[in-house]
């Protein structure tokens, strides 16, 4: 038997979930990826870069035009003006790039703080730093029923041993978004602290009823101490491509880059050269997503208003919480199984995402999917 360095560490969520969903030729509203593919377009653009010298390795730091594409984008979208060559990274997804920017940070005996529901790559990748793993739940209360960050408690427990935080709006799985006031008082929070800061902004471009994505690039204060985290799996329909980046300050990004260089080196070149080129030409692509998922969302939440399951909905991402206590009070992975085996209809459960399992009886639906996977579902979700 191999001593473990994860031992707690079975197969993840996404995996369990899909595979089973196959296995019972269920309706798959599980695993976070669309059922549409990216624009022709941009597939023509990689057809064309896999055709024309774009085969060999990429630059470490990613390829030159992506670079600037993506500081273009940061600068417009969020007022701050990076350098490509000194601030941006092009990495292996968002998972390499969250996996890196916290090799770089924590060392052994380091705390890094996360709020639970927490996406499932953070702890393990705290763990193999040698780091150990804080969880602090989000909370609904009465005057704020989105899940949201409960200040005073974070503001409690932060010490001395604490070298990260890492955050996650728009937030997986619940959807809830941030408000401006709410990077001041993370500011107020972390200021005379020598605390990092990793902003996993993956859902940066799903931002619904016209709300702004509160990027901790707008942010002087927050700026400074983080390292800012996206993927353009979620923008461009491409879960598969595992492209996405890391934008930070460069001190921040000489850390970042002495691990990703030994984590994978480059990235997949042709891919990166159509991006780049996508970006320039068709910004209207990530503008217009909002509008996409939010038609997505509603219609998602129409064809379920007539069950059992309550809701309120998402304010961001592609994913919908239903709250199923008023069909059972069953447990939500042993639910989320049972509806995939019985009903065909597969979906995340919450309490994977917690340390503590929370008292409630929910599970994560994507919407990223075509009408009529979305009404088929829905058919089955209001029988129950
Ligand atoms: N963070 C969050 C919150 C996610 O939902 C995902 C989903 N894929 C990732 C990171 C990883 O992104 P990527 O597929 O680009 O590695
Ligand atoms: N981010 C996706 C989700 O939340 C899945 C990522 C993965 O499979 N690792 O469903």
């Not at 949201?148 to 604490?162: A, C, F, G, P």
């Not at 969302?297 to 239903?322: A, H």
Request: a negative charge; hydrophobic letters at 40%.
């Amino acid at each position: 038997m191999m001593n473990s360095k994860l031992p707690e560490t079975g197969t993840t969520i996404f995996a369990v979930m899909s595979n089973l969903a196959h296995e019972h030729n269920a309706i798959n509203l599980s695993q976070g990826f669309p059922s549409f593919n990216p624009d022709q377009a941009l597939l023509d653009l990689i057809t064309h870069y896999l055709n024309n010298d774009g085969n060999q390795y990429a630059p470490m730091v990613g390829v030159p035009s992506l670079r600037k594409a993506i500081a273009d984008k940061v600068s417009m979208l969020y007022g701050r003006s990076v350098d490509p060559d000194t601030e941006v990274t092009v990495c292996d997804g968002a998972t390499e790039g969250l996996f890196s920017a916290i090799q770089a940070t924590v060392h052994p005996g380091d705390e890094v703080i996360v709020f639970d529901p927490a996406f499932d790559s953070y702890e393990p990748a705290v763990t193999l730093a040698g780091g150990k793993t804080v969880h602090i739940p989000l909370i609904e209360t009465a005057d704020n029923p989105d899940y949201h960050i409960d200040w005073d408690r974070l503001e409690n427990s932060l010490n001395e041993r604490t070298r990260l935080l890492i955050l996650n709006f728009p937030h997986n799985p619940s959807g809830a978004i941030l408000e401006a006031e709410d990077l001041d008082r993370l500011a107020a929070i972390v200021r005379d602290t020598n605390v990092y800061l990793i902003s996993d902004e993956v859902y940066e471009h799903i931002v619904f009823d016209g709300a702004d994505h509160q990027s901790f690039a707008r942010h002087d204060e927050l700026w400074e101490r983080s390292f800012v985290i996206s993927s353009f799996g979620k923008t461009y329909h491409a879960t598969g491509w595992k492209v996405g980046y890391c934008v930070a300050p460069p001190a921040l990004t000489d850390e970042f880059r002495k691990i990703h260089q030994w984590v994978c080196y480059a990235v997949v070149s042709p891919i990166q050269y159509a991006i780049a080129d996508y970006m320039v030409k068709t910004p209207e692509h990530y503008k217009a997503l909002p509008a996409f998922y939010e038609e997505k969302r509603d219609r998602f939440c129409d064809l379920v208003s007539g069950s059992r399951f309550k809701f309120r909905p998402s304010k961001g991402t592609f994913f919908q919480i239903l709250d199923y206590s008023d069909i059972t009070d069953e447990d939500d992975a042993s639910y989320a199984k049972r509806l995939t085996r019985e009903i065909g209809v597969a979906s995340i459960p919450i309490s994977v995402f917690c340390e503590k399992i929370p008292n409630v009886r929910e599970l994560r639906f994507c919407f990223a999917k075509d009408d009529n996977m979305l009404e088929k579902a829905a058919e089955r979700l209001c029988r129950l």
